[in-house]
């Protein structure tokens, strides 16, 4: 055996992992220079919600058809033009002059990101058959984002102080070059699907309706939820995603396969997925904002006030795979979702006085629970479906977690938009935090116990 194809495996992950490590890392480290941005160039909160969620939405939007490409062109190839698009997106998101600019520069680095992700779990199906050991290997791959979610407010918050926001960008770079080297050294190309067409009607149309319930929200917070040209816009909505259904039905080959649906595991998997992403990533954007602006954090502080709770999501990735291998994929799911919720209810009696040591054990908890979550869940849907359906399949998966990112962060800024000084829509976020995530404890009883392998 050669020393490539001896390596070829471990060094598929390690690309895989690096992949999805700049996707993340960009989430924290942009959440900590968000004040700072919005100083350099004069944005308000709703500006700052369009800096975050112009990368979610495209990310959410366009993973679908990016998951379909990497079935139809191959997941090695598609991962490669993903992440040089990821990687270019950076370096103009570091040069741009305006907020538009910087608007436009994040939707780019979605697109990338929506083609990094579902090829990179395509790439890990293809290479890892066996359930556990695919667990174990996505855990891997979910511990390298957590790390560098970890990693990403304290070295953010280093980069600001000491050279300014724009650097924060500037590191994807060599991890972008090193990356793309990997994949091409080490990485087999997965099976393709060449006669698959592209649901373009579908991608429109999903694009379009995730765009405008996001907007809605936005302006809901800015003019007032029953302001006329909000309520059209929710209308408007929901006019566009029954459309959306009536097109994947309709379609010969549709980016949203409804079937896949028909799988209560592969249906719970994704709506736990969107109602996790919904509570914990708009809390993330209130906290960072709620750290800085309300308890005057400098950027490394508000860096270091994370860490503790994304260390722990680092430890749960690592530790969840041999514990699903012994109890199965739906008690870790379960316990994940019952911590996020606890953690919720406990910080409603957050105020602006709140020490930092009072927030300390619910944070953990918080980080814990996405930590249980994400690798067994992630395996259960991959085990729904075959090698040839897992660029879609994953694909799902992570439109339904943006989608939810999108909403939190648009839901929740909005809320403190709307209720200045921050507190009173913290709470109100922390609430509605607190009932999705019991939807997601209930959902997470449909996960079948063992998922056998298909072929």
């Known amino acids: 055996m050669s020393a490539v194809t001896r390596l070829s495996k471990p060094l598929t992950l390690a690309a895989m992992s690096l992949g999805f490590v700049v996707v993340q890392l960009d989430v924290t480290i942009v959440n900590v220079a968000l004040p700072h941005i919005g100083s350099s160039l004069g944005a308000g909160v709703a500006g700052l919600q369009w800096v975050v969620n112009a990368y979610t939405l495209v990310f959410a939007a366009a993973i679908l058809t990016a998951g379909a490409l990497g079935d139809r062109f191959g997941a090695k190839r598609c991962f490669i033009v993903g992440f040089v698009v990821f990687t270019l997106a950076s370096l103009g998101c570091g040069l741009a002059p305006n907020l538009a600019a910087l608007i436009s520069a994040r939707a780019v680095q979605g697109l990338g990101a929506a083609i990094l992700v579902p090829c990179s779990l395509a790439l890990l199906n293809h290479s890892f058959h066996d359930q556990h050991e695919r667990t174990k290997a996505i855990g891997i791959w979910a511990a390298g984002a957590s790390a560098a979610l970890a990693a990403g407010p304290v070295v953010g918050g280093g980069l600001i102080a000491g050279i300014g926001w724009r650097s924060i960008f500037f590191v994807n770079l060599p991890l972008g070059i090193f990356g793309i080297w990997l994949t091409w050294r080490y990485a087999e190309e997965s099976t393709q699907t060449r006669g698959r067409a592209l649901d373009l009607a579908g991608q429109f149309i999903g694009m379009f309706a995730l765009a405008d319930l996001a907007a809605a929200m936005i302006e809901g917070g800015a003019v007032g939820w029953t302001h006329p040209l909000v309520l059209a816009a929710f209308l408007l909505f929901v006019l566009a995603a029954v459309a959306f259904v009536v097109v994947e039905i309709k379609s010969r080959a549709p980016m949203l396969p409804l079937s896949l649906f028909k799988n209560q595991t ?190």
């Open 266 to 455: 592969f249906s719970a998997a994704t709506l736990i997925g969107l109602l996790m992403n919904t509570a914990f990533y708009g809390l993330i954007f209130m906290l960072s904002l709620y750290f800085q602006q309300v308890k005057h954090y400098t950027p490394l502080a508000t860096g270091m006030a994370f860490l503790p709770m994304t260390v722990i999501v680092l430890l749960a990735n690592l530790s969840v795979g041999p514990i699903a291998t012994r109890v199965g994929l739906r008690m870790p799911i379960l316990i994940g979702q019952v911590l996020l919720a606890i953690g919720c209810l406990t910080l409603i009696g957050i105020n602006q006085n709140t020490s930092y040591k009072a927030l300390c054990l619910q944070l953990l908890a918080m980080g814990a629970g996405v930590g249980l979550t994400v690798p067994p869940m992630t395996s259960a849907l991959l085990g729904t479906v075959g090698a040839k359906l897992s660029g879609v399949a994953s694909g799902v998966l992570n439109a339904s977690r943006q989608a939810g990112s999108v909403i939190g962060v648009a839901l929740f800024g909005s809320l403190i938009e709307r209720h200045r000084p921050f507190i009173p829509g913290i709470r109100i976020a922390l609430m509605i935090s607190v009932g999705v995530l019991l939807a997601g404890c209930l959902s997470a009883f449909l996960i079948q116990r063992e998922q056998p392998r298909k072929s």
